[in-house]
């Protein structure tokens, strides 16, 4: 059983954080019904990595290494001069 702050703060049991995906950061909703309070994560926060861009924007584009990436950048930058 948690306590309700001064500042009305309460501690969500680590299991919950687990289950749910909770970290610091995601955004959670509260709905009350009668004399119960839910609580519904609202956007769920996923911890990506700058690999995992590609899939998480939903491109299905050709792939470029971070070598080819900046010999184009520095291709146009020699174009443009």
């Known amino acids: 059983m948690s306590k309700v702050t001064k500042q009305g703060q309460v501690r969500i049991p680590e299991r ?21 309070l839910l609580l519904r994560v609202s956007k769920p926060l996923k911890q990506s990595r700058p690999e995992d861009g590609p899939r998480i924007l939903e491109y299905t584009g050709p792939t470029v290494t971070v070598e080819e990436m900046e010999a184009a950048i520095r291709q146009g930058a020699l174009s443009s001069q």
């Open 16 to 36: 919950y954080l687990h289950a749910l995906g909770i970290i610091p950061g995601t955004e959670v909703d509260f709905e009350q019904r009668g004399e119960v």
